[in-house]
């Protein structure tokens, strides 16, 4: 069955640091992957996605992701954070003949001036 | 933003009665989502449907049920509410199948006393 590891509950970065998000997915075939964000009091917006083709993936707001198959890994980063990139992320998988998608826990994000 | 609506926003309710969500689309997509949020499990998928009267469970689908008679309306019910159901629960849309992009409602926040 597919599942999603999100191991990083909580991140403080300060302003224009980098930022890395880790996504460790686990399933048999190739995966379809999702990055979302929600901001306190809000739904999820995509961020990103990787279906196939080129393993580096561009999202909105700045945002970038990786997609490795020999780490099952589809970190998410930034290389320089800006205060209104607090919020939670999280990561999702997908697959061909699954009912849904299959989300991680997700990683708050605080961003320090 | 894609068009999706939740009515109520927040709803307080005591134990035991019954509750119905409403997520209401105008983008005409043939799949929608519930799913509920709570802190340390991420989303987990209720219901979903992937046309109208077609409904199918999900992860934790017991004490809920659903029902769609008009593409843009899917009904979550609550049949009696029970303190483990406070949540915040989100409808979401695809278009093209379960393993591509959703977006999301705005969610909301039930209270079962």
């Known amino acids: 069955a597919q599942s999603v590891t999100q191991p990083d509950i909580h991140i403080t970065v300060s302003e224009g640091a980098s930022l890395e998000l880790r996504c460790n997915y686990s399933?048999?075939?190739?995966?379809?992957l999702f990055w979302y964000v929600q901001s306190p009091g809000q739904g999820l917006q995509l961020l990103l996605k990787?279906?196939?083709?080129?393993?580096l993936v561009q999202g909105i707001k700045g945002f970038e992701a990786e997609f490795k198959r020999s780490q099952s890994s589809f970190n998410l980063r930034k290389p320089s954070v800006h205060w209104s990139d607090a919020a939670e992320y999280f990561c999702?998988?997908?697959?061909?003949?699954?009912?849904?998608?299959?989300f991680g826990t997700g990683t708050r994000l605080t961003v320090i001036p | 933003d894609a068009g999706i609506t939740q009515s109520p926003r927040h709803k307080v309710t005591e134990t035991g009665t019954p509750v119905t969500l409403r997520c209401h689309q105008t983008?005409?997509?043939?799949?929608m989502y519930w799913y509920r949020q709570d802190p340390g499990h991420g989303l987990r998928l209720i219901h979903y449907?992937?046309?109208?009267?077609?409904?199918d469970k999900g992860e934790v689908s017991d004490g809920y049920s659903v029902s769609r008679s008009k593409t843009e309306d899917f009904l979550l019910t609550l049949e009696s509410a029970t303190s483990s159901q406070t949540s915040v629960y989100f409808c979401?849309?695809?278009?093209?199948?379960?393993?591509?992009?959703?977006?999301f409602g705005p969610g909301t926040r039930l209270t079962v006393l």
């Open positions: 990787y279906f196939s083709g080129d393993t």
């Open positions: 449907s992937y046309g109208v009267k077609d409904t």
């Open positions: 983008e005409n997509h043939r799949y």
């Open positions: 979401a849309i695809s278009a093209s199948g379960p393993n591509n992009e959703q977006f």
């Open positions: 999702a998988v997908g697959a061909t003949g699954a009912n849904n998608l299959f």
């Open positions: 399933y048999g075939a190739t995966p379809y």
